[in-house]
Structures are given as C-alpha cells and as structure tokens.
C-alpha cells in the first residue's frame, strides 16, 4: 500500500492541476519521507503513520489549489477516505487524520501524539534542508523582488523554527542561525 501512496503523491505532483509544479515531490514531500522516518526512529512514533501522513500531507492543496489554506482539514478527510478504500485500520487511520490535520506551521493546533509532532517538525525541518524550494517560491512562483523574497523566506523559516517541537528547535538550532544570518 505504500508504494501505492507513494505513486499516488508523485503523480498529483506530476499533474497539470498542480500550481507548485513537480519540485513540492522531489525538494518537499519525497526528502520529508526519510526525515520523517529518522526523527520518527529517534522520537519513538509510529515510522509507517508517519510515513502515509508525510506522503498525504499536501495531496489536496496539490490536487486543488482552491484547498491551499484549508488543506490540512480537506486533506485529512481525504486520507480517511483513501485509507478506508486500502482497508487500513480504523485506529491508525484515525493517527494519520491526526498528523495531516496538525502538520501545518502557520495553524498553531496542539500535538497530542509523537506522530503529530515528528510530521509538524519534518515539515518544517524540510524547509531547512531544502532551502532552495523557498527561494523558488519567492522568486519564480510568487514573482517576487529580491528585498521581498528575502523577507519572506525568513519570516517563513522563522515561523518553522518557532513551531518545531523543544526537541527539533534544539536539534535545527545551527542550521536554523545559519540560514537567518546567510539572509
């Protein structure tokens, strides 16, 4: 089933439909995959929860732009639907729903599972890790002047960083400063 999910991810992001173009899998929902499974190792969660919540986490903002500021609620009722038809377990359905419902940094949801929190943190770390997808945004996607890419790009990290778990703060600090001071 996963290698299925994987395909599904890949080929939303391959479609004509999606805005953000095939980068959001290849600098965004691909890489988060092992980033998820790592911190997932380290923080004791669930690696396949994980794992299905990382692959599914933007599928509806991908499929449809329209969903872009509630995709977090859109895509979590379409995961349950989806993993319902793979005949997944209710139980671990329900943790997936979780983790896509409370990935989002900009929506300040509580975290009530480790799950939740290791998929909020990839999503945010991945922004550190591959910086160069936020400069694309800025640039080619959102058109912007430099002065103002570079504002939002560091607003963006910053409001990432705030998010992450004491634990991934902790662990990102470096890349973190790094990145602030380069911008």
């Known amino acids: 089933m996963i290698d299925e999910l994987y395909a599904l991810a890949e080929n939303a992001c391959k479609s004509d439909k999606n805005i953000y ?12 995959v092992p980033l998820g499974q790592k911190l997932a190792d380290e923080y004791g969660a669930d690696r396949e929860i994980v794992t299905i919540a990382i692959l599914l986490h933007d599928l509806a903002s991908i499929e449809d732009e329209k969903n872009q500021n509630e995709h977090h609620i859109i895509g979590s009722e379409m995961a349950v639907k989806l993993l319902e038809n793979y005949g997944y377990p209710a139980e671990k359905t329900e943790k997936v729903r979780m983790c896509i ?9 509580n975290k009530n599972s480790v799950e939740e929190i290791v998929v909020a943190d990839a999503d945010a770390i991945i922004h ?3 910086v160069s997808s936020l400069f694309y945004a800025a640039y080619k996607e959102m058109n912007m002047s430099i002065e103002k890419g570079q504002d939002w790009i560091k607003h963006k990290l910053e409001k990432d960083y705030i ?21």
Do not use: A, C, Q
């Open 21 to 32: 173009g095939y980068g959001i899998w290849s600098h965004h929902v691909k890489p988060m």
């Open 101 to 109: 419902l409370n990935h989002r940094s900009s929506v300040n949801n």
């Open 128 to 130: 550190l890790t591959e």
């Open 163 to 183: 998010k992450l778990s004491e634990r991934s703060r902790e662990k990102y600090r470096n890349e973190f400063d790094t990145l602030i001071r380069l911008l």
